[in-house]
Structures are given as structure tokens and as C-alpha cells.
């Protein structure tokens, strides 16, 4: 049998070259086919709903309180921050290198303000805020930050202020957005610094504004 096909090719080369190059050609080009990369995983960005909540408490007994959807993960720091990502391995990545953000990964931290411990009365506002959360983002020698203009949005009945941007270092890049939300009856802000992989982040954007909408500043008396 193998025979009879080795002399089949030689028959189709010797009667004609030009089909046979062809032959050659579509065979490649079904391996190369065969060996193409996958197709990228879609991003799912899940509802607010159903949601679960996470609580934290810093050093004076300010509590802080919010929602975020009952598939991603939220883990309470020892200084009252919350650390959100939607993976696992996100969680780790922004533990460790924010660069190594897989694609379809958002990771970040969520601290808390309390405008009271604001020294000047003057600067107790969103946009003071902002400028404080994203001068965390460039404090760093080797990191460049590039972000665009504030925009101011209303939810749940809380301001906020959001920006979004990228961080670069040597070759690589992640992209961020920072949210900044106030609690006007306890008098309390949030900081919400938060990654994921270039291209995605805006998608994201809309529920972590309702995460945002979520936040709760409670004063302990």
C-alpha cells in the first residue's frame, strides 16, 4: 500500500510539477492550520448580582464595607485595606509583580480615608484624593504612569471620581484605573487602584464603578 502511494506522488511530480508544488502547498498549509493558536478565551465580565460582602477594620476601628460579585475573591489586609481580583492567580500577581497579570485577570486594592484625619479642611475633596492615589502609582523609579483626565460620575447616591491609564516598565505593560468614591453621611473616602491586562481594563470599568457604589464608611462610636 505504501508503495502504491509513493509511486502515486512520483507519477502526479513527473506528469506535472505545477500541481504537485500545489499539492505541497495545501498540505502545508493544513499543517500550519493544524499547529495555529488557539482561540482566545472571551472575557466574561459577571453582574454585581449576586454579590457578597467584605467588611475591613483599620487601626482606629474605621470599618469599611463593600460588594463585589460572588465569583471574584476579596482578601482583608492587617492595615483595614481589601485586596479584589476576579482570579486566584491574580491575587497573586498583584502580591508580587502587577506586570504578570494574565490576560483576562483584575487584580487591585480598595483602602479607605477618613476625611477627619485630612489635616487642611481645604483638601478634603475627590480630586485631592486622586492626586494622592495616583502619586502611589508613580512613587516608583522604575515604573512610568501615564494617566488621562478625571471624570466625575454619581452612583448609589455616592461621588466618585475615575481615571484610567497604564503602567509601563522596561518593555512591559499593564493597564490600571483608579476610582476614587465618597460616603458623605460617615465622611469617608475610598481609593480603588486596580490592574489588568492591556485591552481589558475598560471593560471592567463599568462594575467596578458599581463596586464603587457599594461603599460603605462606618465610624465606630
Keep these: 500500500m505504501q508503495n502504491n502511494h509513493r509511486d502515486g506522488i512520483l507519477r502526479l ?35 454585581l448580582d449576586p454579590s457578597q460582602t467584605v467588611s475591613a477594620t483599620d487601626f482606629q476601628g474605621r470599618v469599611m464595607r463593600l460588594s463585589y460579585p460572588e465569583s471574584w475573591l476579596a482578601r482583608v489586609g492587617n492595615k483595614g485595606e481589601i485586596v479584589l481580583a476576579n482570579r486566584q492567580n491574580a491575587l497573586g500577581a498583584w502580591d508580587i509583580n502587577i506586570f504578570s497579570l494574565r490576560a483576562g485577570e483584575m487584580a487591585g486594592v480598595i483602602a479607605a480615608i477618613d476625611e477627619e484625619s485630612i489635616e487642611n479642611s481645604w483638601e478634603r475633596n475627590l480630586e485631592t484624593m486622586m492626586s494622592r492615589s495616583r502619586a502611589e502609582m508613580t512613587g516608583y523609579q522604575d515604573m512610568r504612569a501615564q494617566f488621562t483626565g478625571n471624570e466625575a460620575f454619581t452612583i448609589n447616591g455616592r461621588d466618585g471620581l475615575i481615571t484610567n491609564g497604564t503602567l509601563t516598565r522596561d518593555e512591559l505593560v499593564v493597564e490600571v484605573v483608579i476610582i476614587v ?34 461603599f460603605d464608611f462606618i465610624r465606630q462610636s
Excluded at 511530480?13 to 498549509?29: C, E, P, Q
Excluded at 489588568?196 to 463596586?211: D, K
Design 13 to 47: 511530480y513527473k506528469g506535472n510539477k505545477g500541481a504537485y508544488i500545489r499539492a505541497l502547498i495545501i498540505l502545508l498549509l493544513m499543517m500550519l492550520g493544524a499547529c495555529a493558536t488557539p482561540t482566545p478565551e472571551v472575557l466574561i465580565i459577571p453582574n
Design 181 to 214: 468614591v465618597y460616603d458623605e453621611e460617615d465622611g469617608g473616602y475610598a481609593s480603588m487602584i486596580l490592574g489588568a491586562s492591556v485591552g481589558e481594563m475598560r471593560l471592567f470599568e463599568p462594575l467596578l464603578m458599581e463596586i464603587a457604589g457599594t
